[in-house]
């Protein structure tokens, strides 16, 4: 008997998601010419650019992860991976809008009818950009160790401490932020401008297109509590796990721009009377990546797939393998492509360096790739670990 594959067996999108991913790449392609101004734009204006969000929100793409019910476009994981993928191909990191999309999906989990009604609605619409406030100058990563106090006082929750790093602070509207309550660990959201919060940027050549900022918390009220009180942990699983997705498929998009450029490059620079791309030194990279790119996006697209359908035994390690691999991939593939353009890659116009800077920055961010390794080698391979 001979067994027909089907389009599930050999991992093909869906007639459906090819549509979402066509319509993405022809929207992106109209800003690829404004690449740079678009990422320029975020940084001086504390706004996304207006003609991008206009065209983002008119597709529906902000609410994307979120069902109908909540004034998603029920696109799901997989869908919203697929068009910040599309616009990493042009060059175009939306890094505010994954962190949304993130949080937004951890509210709709864990968070009261009031929480879910107040801002997910606004997060599908595209008028709220969420943050997220966890990492600190003396844990890092490990939030275990995180000193950041939020406690109860008379019905309200009352944050103290200090977070570092703190991406896009003067776009976003709340902050999820995470903290040591009396008895286990707590997220609730709270506003930047809230009294009490004091804002300092850390200079970091405004990374992934945002700013980078610490922020002391010196008893400030929160607006809510995400989840349950002393359960911040379960708060956080369904934020990571789609973070590291849409961060994965930023990062292969990433690399897919790199790629084309290099390609493109290595076909039209003549040295010597024949393109560089007839050397094997320049050609051999290129086609190693393009092998890697096209299995990192496959796990990609499955994980996100996986989370779609509540397959919550495998998110966490495929969400993890996910994220390094892409985020390796990003950098190498922005590496190599710097060395094929040359002199061209170093022209700050081009904005080159800022997307080689980027992709470095995905292995360090935001979960840094040995964190994401700690746990695969934990809780997959069940190897010892040292406390």
């Not at 001979?2 to 050999?10: I, V």
């Not at 789609?242 to 897919?256: D, F, K, N, W």
């Not at 360096?353 to 809780?379: C, I, K, M, Q, T």
């Given at each position: 008997?001979t067994?027909?594959?089907?389009?599930?067996?050999?991992?093909?999108?869906?007639?459906?998601?090819?549509?979402?991913q066509?319509?993405?790449?022809?929207?992106?392609?109209?800003?690829?010419?404004?690449?740079?101004?678009?990422?320029?734009?975020?940084?001086?204006?504390?706004?996304?650019?207006?003609?991008?969000w206009?065209?983002?929100?008119?597709?529906?793409?902000?609410?994307?992860i979120?069902?109908?019910?909540?004034?998603?476009?029920?696109?799901?994981?997989?869908?919203?991976?697929l068009?910040?993928?599309?616009?990493?191909?042009?060059g175009?990191?939306?890094?505010?809008?994954?962190?949304s999309?993130?949080?937004?999906?951890?509210?709709?989990?864990?968070?009261?009818?009031?929480?879910?009604?107040?801002?997910?609605?606004?997060?599908?619409?595209?008028?709220?950009?969420?943050?997220?406030a966890?990492?600190?100058p003396?844990?890092?990563?490990?939030?275990f160790?995180?000193?950041?106090?939020?406690?109860?006082?008379?019905?309200?929750?009352?944050?103290?401490?200090?977070k570092?790093?703190?991406?896009?602070?003067d776009l976003?509207?709340?902050?999820?932020?995470?903290?040591?309550?009396?008895?286990?660990?707590?997220?609730?959201?709270?506003?930047?401008?809230?009294?009490?919060?004091?804002?300092?940027?850390?200079?970091?050549?405004?990374?992934?297109?945002?700013?980078?900022?610490?922020?002391?918390?010196?008893?400030?009220?929160?607006?809510?509590?995400?989840?349950?009180?002393?359960?911040?942990?379960?708060?956080?699983?369904?934020?990571t796990?789609?973070?590291?997705?849409?961060?994965?498929?930023?990062c292969?998009?990433?690399?897919?721009?790199?790629?084309?450029?290099?390609?493109?490059?290595?076909?039209?620079?003549?040295?010597?009377?024949e393109?560089?791309?007839?050397?094997?030194?320049?050609?051999?990279?290129?086609?190693?990546?393009?092998?890697?790119?096209?299995?990192?996006?496959?796990?990609?697209?499955?994980?996100?797939?996986?989370i779609?359908?509540?397959?919550?035994?495998?998110?966490?390690a495929?969400?993890?393998?996910?994220?390094?691999?892409?985020?390796?991939?990003?950098?190498?593939?922005?590496?190599?492509?710097?060395?094929?353009?040359?002199?061209?890659?170093?022209?700050?116009?081009?904005?080159?360096?800022?997307?080689?800077?980027?992709?470095r920055?995905?292995?360090?961010?935001?979960?840094?790739?040995?964190?994401?390794?700690?746990?695969?080698?934990?809780?997959?391979?069940?190897l010892?670990?040292?406390?």
């Amino acid at each position: 008997m001979t067994l027909a594959a089907t389009a599930t067996q050999l991992f093909e999108l869906s007639p459906e998601y090819r549509s979402i991913q066509d319509r993405a790449r022809l929207v992106a392609a109209e800003f690829a010419p404004e690449a740079v101004a678009v990422r320029r734009h975020t940084l001086e204006h504390a706004e996304i650019h207006p003609g991008l969000w206009r065209a983002f929100c008119e597709n529906g793409w902000p609410g994307a992860i979120l069902d109908h019910k909540s004034g998603g476009s029920g696109l799901g994981l997989l869908g919203a991976a697929l068009v910040l993928e599309a616009f990493a191909e042009q060059g175009i990191v939306l890094w505010m809008p994954a962190l949304s999309a993130a949080i937004g999906w951890a509210i709709d989990r864990v968070g009261s009818d009031t929480l879910r009604g107040t801002w997910l609605p606004r997060i599908a619409a595209g008028t709220a950009q969420l943050g997220m406030a966890a990492t600190e100058p003396e844990a890092g990563h490990n939030l275990f160790r995180v000193r950041t106090e939020i406690r109860e006082d008379d019905g309200r929750f009352v944050v103290t401490g200090r977070k570092r790093i703190t991406s896009g602070v003067d776009l976003a509207d709340r902050l999820l932020v995470f903290g040591r309550g009396s008895d286990g660990y707590t997220t609730v959201l709270v506003d930047p401008r809230a009294p009490g919060v004091t804002v300092t940027e850390v200079p970091m050549r405004f990374r992934e297109g945002v700013r980078q900022f610490q922020l002391d918390f010196d008893a400030v009220v929160a607006d809510a509590v995400v989840g349950v009180p002393g359960q911040g942990l379960l708060t956080l699983w369904p934020f990571t796990h789609v973070e590291r997705v849409l961060t994965a498929a930023i990062c292969t998009g990433m690399a897919r721009h790199c790629l084309d450029h290099a390609v493109a490059h290595a076909k039209s620079r003549v040295i010597a009377s024949e393109p560089i791309g007839a050397n094997q030194a320049l050609a051999h990279p290129l086609a190693h990546l393009h092998a890697r790119s096209a299995a990192v996006g496959l796990l990609v697209r499955r994980t996100a797939a996986r989370i779609d359908a509540d397959d919550d035994q495998n998110a966490a390690a495929d969400a993890n393998a996910a994220k390094v691999l892409a985020a390796d991939l990003a950098f190498d593939s922005a590496d190599h492509a710097m060395q094929v353009l040359g002199a061209e890659a170093w022209d700050e116009r081009h904005g080159w360096l800022d997307l080689y800077l980027d992709a470095r920055l995905a292995r360090s961010g935001p979960v840094s790739n040995e964190f994401a390794l700690n746990y695969l080698a934990e809780h997959v391979l069940g190897l010892p670990v040292r406390r």
